[in-house]
């Protein structure tokens, strides 16, 4: 996209060299970058669920490293936030992080830099002598003031400000050069295919798809292009991953708003907002390689046919117990669940990353609709292709090809 080249204030300087310096980790291997890679939307550059750190390296995190992007004009979180579609009923929303507990960029920053699992260090002022001792001190000091490193917790304060700087003013983090952006602005190059078209429709389409009840799609707030989320958050039964160690005790069980990393939602019975997480954007999402909160699926297509089909065939995405594996599964018995054995008998541990007593939370809205195990599921084959059509539309860095293709996947 042709535009002015964009000079970052002196604080968001700071920022771009902090965020790439793996010096300011206890392993001197880590930095932001690491895990929010430029060259993946500033996301995880794996298809790990999640990440190690630590000083040694060897530390798995508990969630899946989020992109970076579009975080722009997400609010502080609130119990009871306005819905920015209007018309929603105010709920649980804003916020950074899968469970909003950091409430400005700023605030966010202090906890890689501090988290015994991530980079680690052992308090805010080990990160200021590292500051002091890297090559853009000089940088720090012209941008915070010559006496800076001589107050310890002011210039910890500083260097969140100037995370916080570099996200907010590099448009790196929020370029909005995908093809759908074209297709909103009706520039040159944006003319959806009637597949992506089709697409739009299923997600908008609150009898299929409905995604767009918590992924909104409109017009953003403050004048922005939508941002595809509005912010909210709901429980809607993501599968355990055992891929993280953490799951490896069965009385640990990760309920977002309600903990154990955010602290002030007691995880009780009774509190409805236990088990849910941030309904993130989905804007560059056919990038990521694993998805959801605790990274359990690991491609766009089976995200999809989980909301499809996580109440009509709960047996491919829960496990099930008592049962007697089949040595071979029945013809059509699908492959894309998390779970490929079928079995004869027992019973499908439905929601099993939910405590028993938060079941009641989990969300029964369109397309996860709480309708019968073995019904019709709300999305076609079709269906489920062109969404996924569109969501590849979502994708940064779009250049309309000189001679647009005439067939193949996503065009007709
Ligand atoms: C070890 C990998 C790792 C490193 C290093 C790391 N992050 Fe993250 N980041 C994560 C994970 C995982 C989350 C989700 C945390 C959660 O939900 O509790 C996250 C969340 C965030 C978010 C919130 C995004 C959202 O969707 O609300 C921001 C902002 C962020 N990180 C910025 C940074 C900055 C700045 C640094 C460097 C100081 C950094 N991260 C270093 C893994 C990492
Ligand atoms: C009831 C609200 C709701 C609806 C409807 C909904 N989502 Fe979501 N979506 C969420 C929430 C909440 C999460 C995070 C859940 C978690 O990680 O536990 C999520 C996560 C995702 C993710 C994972 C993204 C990532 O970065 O890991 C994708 C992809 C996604 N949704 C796509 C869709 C699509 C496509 C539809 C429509 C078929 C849809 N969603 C409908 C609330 C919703």
Redesign the pocket.
């Known amino acids: 996209m042709l535009s002015a080249p964009v000079r970052l204030s002196l604080a968001a300087q700071v920022?771009e060299k902090?965020?790439a310096d793996p010096a300011?980790?206890a392993s001197g291997k880590?930095?932001?970058?690491?895990?929010?890679d430029p060259k993946a939307a500033f996301g995880?550059p794996n298809d790990l669920a999640?990440?190690?750190?630590g000083k040694d390296l060897n530390l798995a995190?508990?969630?899946?490293?989020?992109?970076?992007r579009y975080?722009d004009y997400?609010p502080p979180y609130a119990d009871l936030l306005d819905n920015p579609d209007g018309i929603s009923a105010p709920g649980p929303g804003g916020?950074?992080?899968?469970?909003?507990?950091?409430a400005t960029?700023a605030d966010?920053?202090?906890?890689?830099?501090l988290?015994p699992?991530?980079?680690a260090n052992s308090g805010p002022a080990d990160v200021v002598a590292k500051l002091q001792a890297a090559p853009y001190a000089e940088l720090f000091r012209s941008a915070f003031g010559g006496a800076i490193f001589t107050q310890p917790d002011a210039a910890f304060g500083k260097a969140l400000q100037a995370?916080?700087a570099?996200?907010r003013e590099d448009p790196r983090f929020h370029p909005y050069s995908s093809k759908f952006d074209l297709y909103a602005a009706n520039k040159i190059g944006g003319t959806l295919t009637p597949a992506e078209a089709r697409g739009l429709k299923v997600f908008a389409d609150a009898k299929t798809g409905n995604c767009a009840s918590c992924h909104y799609q409109g017009a953003g707030l403050n004048g922005s292009s939508a941002l595809f989320t509005d912010f909210s958050y709901e429980a809607i039964g993501v599968p355990r991953n055992a891929a993280i160690p953490a799951n490896a005790d069965p009385a640990y069980f990760d309920v977002g708003l309600c903990g154990p990393?955010?602290t002030d939602h007691p995880s009780a019975p009774g509190n409805t907002l236990c088990g849910m997480?941030?309904a993130?954007?989905l804007r560059n999402v056919a990038l990521r390689k694993s998805f959801f909160?605790n990274g359990v699926m690991h491609s766009l297509e089976q995200v999809i046919r989980f909301y499809n089909t996580r109440d009509t065939m709960p047996e491919i995405w829960y496990p099930t117990v008592g049962g007697t594996p089949k040595a071979k599964p029945d013809a059509g018995f699908p492959a894309y669940g998390l779970v490929t054995t079928q079995y004869t008998g027992g019973s499908v541990q439905k929601f099993n990353d939910e405590p028993r007593q938060f079941v009641g939370n989990i969300d029964t809205q369109m397309p996860m609709d709480g309708r019968a195990a073995h019904s019709t599921p709300p999305m076609s084959e079709r269906e489920m292709a062109d969404l996924t059509c569109f969501l590849n539309t979502l994708t940064d860095g779009y250049q309309p090809p000189a001679n647009p293709p005439t067939s193949g996947p996503c065009i007709q």
Do not use: I, Y
Not at 61 to 68: C, F, H, I
């Open positions: 920022g902090m965020f300011l980790s880590m930095a932001c970058a690491t895990c929010h995880p999640v990440q190690l750190g995190g508990t969630r899946a490293v989020p992109s970076l975080k997400t916020g950074f992080a899968w469970d909003g507990r950091a960029l966010q920053a202090a906890m890689p830099l988290a699992n991530e980079m995370l916080q570099f996200q990393l955010r997480f941030k993130p954007t909160h």
